[in-house]
């Protein structure tokens, strides 16, 4: 546990080297308005907070910095809510009332507007299911326990998935299933089609079929499909203005890793959660790459189901308050945009 005058001077240290990214010495420190101790009183309890491993000193300067546990302790403890300002929140505003068509619109115009008003690289994986709808349905028993469900979409896509036949289910309810599912919901979205399944065709399933629940589960299984992830990248070049990426050899690991899609959409997804905004500082990253960069996400909903991931990466010493606070806008601005389009 750290006391009130070390949690107040690592504050100090951290908000000063955001500003500046020039290490902190203890005479800056007693200088503001906020603090009245010494410059020895602070400089004892920044070699106390140094042995603690939040502050680290670079050998050519006798200020400190803070480290990645610095940063971390700074995120979970000490970072104050902070409003949007006057002036990002007139950027959100028009962002809304743009006259964007498609979600792909909406995902890659988002990109756009959060590099430009953080000055860090925003990073933005949207699922291809917005515009990707049902064609055509099949079900092709394989034995008496296994069936084949086909599903051919819009774009010509054709995914199969092998799923149990419930025991008692004959072949004749399977094709009244297929039947049903092909008259009714020809051309709906794939991410809204178990929702629909049990709207519009379950109650006539219920009236006229046995092991209603069974093949229900069976259709539960064969339209849980992966999703494939598409990634949005804006403001990939702002490393390079960053004062810490000096070496051209950090920021090219950065800048291709940037590149490999999988790969990149594989952190962002572990970065992420359903629910609130995940800090992830440094090593927390676990990708060499990315070791001296935080990476800040938050996800997008639609109709209840998490589909897409916002991510802002910039450098540890990042601006987390407003990066945060902007990011929790634009999550829950961007969920109700897109579910008033897809409901």
């Known amino acids: 546990m750290l006391t009130e005058r070390q949690k107040m001077i690592l504050n100090a240290i951290v908000d000063d080297y955001i500003r500046s990214a020039e290490p902190v010495g203890s ?8 603090v009245q101790y010494s410059p020895a009183t602070i400089r004892n309890e920044m070699a106390d907070l140094e042995e603690l491993g939040f502050l680290e000193q670079p050998h050519t300067s006798a200020g400190r910095i803070p480290s990645h546990k610095g940063y971390r302790y700074y995120v979970d403890h000490l970072t104050p809510f902070q409003p949007v300002g006057a002036s990002d929140v007139k950027e959100l505003k028009q962002f809304f009332t743009e006259k964007l068509t498609a979600a792909e619109q909406v995902i890659q115009h988002a990109a756009m507007v959060l590099s430009h008003m953080t ?15 049902l064609r055509h349905f099949q079900l092709i028993s394989l034995d008496d ?25 004959a072949v004749s309810d399977l094709e009244q299933v297929v039947n049903l599912l092909n008259s009714k919901l020809i051309g709906v979205p794939l991410y809204k089609l178990k929702s629909r399944i049990f709207s519009e065709i379950g109650e006539e399933m219920q009236r ?4 209603y629940e069974e093949v229900m589960s069976t259709l539960n299984a064969a339209f849980d499909q992966d999703q494939e ?24 690991s950065i800048l291709d890793l ?16 359903p629910n609130g905004i ?22 997008y909903e639609v109709n209840g189901e998490s589909l897409g991931t916002i991510g ?5 010493r990042m601006e987390y308050a407003k990066v945060i606070g902007i990011l929790n806008v634009l999550s829950r601005d961007m969920t109700k945009i897109l579910n008033h389009w897809y409901r």
């Open 312 to 316: 802002i990466l910039g450098p540890t």
């Open 208 to 211: 006229h079929m046995n092991h």
């Open 229 to 252: 992830q598409k990634i949005f990248l804006s403001g990939a070049t702002n490393m390079l203005i960053q004062p810490e990426f000096k070496d051209m050899d950090k920021v090219k």
């Open 278 to 299: 995940q800090v992830r500082i440094g090593t927390e990253n676990r990708h060499e790459a990315f070791e001296n960069c935080s990476l800040i996400t938050a996800t």
């Open 27 to 34: 005479r800056s420190i007693s200088k503001r308005g906020d």
């Open 119 to 133: 000055n860090y690289t925003s990073i933005l994986l949207g699922p291809e299911v917005f515009n990707t709808s």
């Open 258 to 273: 940037l590149e490999e899609t999988p790969t990149l959409s594989k952190i962002i997804t572990e970065a992420s959660a």
């Open 145 to 169: 326990q296994t069936a084949l469900a086909i599903i051919v979409t819009n774009t010509g896509q054709v995914e199969n998935r092998k799923i149990s036949i419930p025991e008692g289910v």
